[in-house]
Each structure stands twice: as C-alpha cells, then as structure tokens.
C-alpha cells in the first residue's frame, strides 16, 4: 500500500492539473460567462449522441435537480437542445446544439495547447515514463468507481 506522502502528492498533483487547466482555459473569451458546471456539461454532451438528463447527472456525479437547471440554461442559450425519445415518448433527451459544437471545439483547442505546452517542458525521454504513469493512475481510478465512499 503507498505511504501517505505518495499519495497526499498524487492528490495535490491531480487537483493542480485540473485547477490549472480550467483556470487558463477559462480566461479564453468564449468560456469567461460559463461556470464550472456549465463547461463540464457541455463537455459531456456530444452533437452526435443524445442523452438524458439522468445520464448526464451521473457522469457528472450530481443530482437530476442540479443537472436539468444547468441543462434548462444551457437550452436558453441555444447550446444544447432538448427533444423526446421516439421509443418512450415520456423520455426527454439532450444533445449539443450546433453552436455548441464550435465551442467545444474551441475547448478542446485550448486545452490541447496547454498540455502540449506543458509537455514541451518534459524532457523527451521522461515522455514515455509520463505517459505510462498517468495512464495506469487513470485507470486504476477508473477501476475504483463502483467503490462506495468510507464514512469515518
């Protein structure tokens, strides 16, 4: 089992990635008016594959509540649409508008320099050995996802 030093690290470097993504990401003009919430919802959608707001809900890990106010603001700002399930007409599914789409081309854009940048800072022979050790953490963390959360 890693010592708790490895692994208050490993925390600390996890958290600082994705704080220094959001935060230079989020200084770009087309996400300045977005919140948290609404960015990560618009990057779970796809203009191709519908889902509903239950599956949203879950891949984001908040309740139906919260994810159809994001989903009802985000509809008002024509960047994801809204329509019935032709199987279960009682089933309302979502989808990215098309103006969204641009958006999160533009998202992903900007966050595809930031990591290239970073990695520009690596020497190139420590490539290899980043890559394969963030890989295993993503998915030893992927693995874990059905463990329920220790109360103490």
Known sequence: MPDDALVDATMQAVHQIAR????????????????????????FLDIEQTKTVGELADLMGVTISTASGLVDKLVE???????????????VLIRLAPA??????????IRTRQVRAAL???DSDRHDCFLESIQAIA?????LDHLEPEVT
């Open 20 to 43: 220094s993504v959001y935060i230079l990401s989020s200084r770009h003009p087309i996400l300045q008016n977005r919140t948290p919430a609404q960015i990560r919802a618009l990057g």
């Open 77 to 91: 700002e024509n960047l994801v649409e809204r329509s019935t399930n032709p199987e279960d007409r009682r089933q």
């Open 100 to 109: 969204a789409e641009a958006m999160k081309h533009e998202i992903k854009g």
């Open 120 to 122: 520009a800072t690596l």
């Open 139 to 143: 998915a030893a963390l992927a693995n």
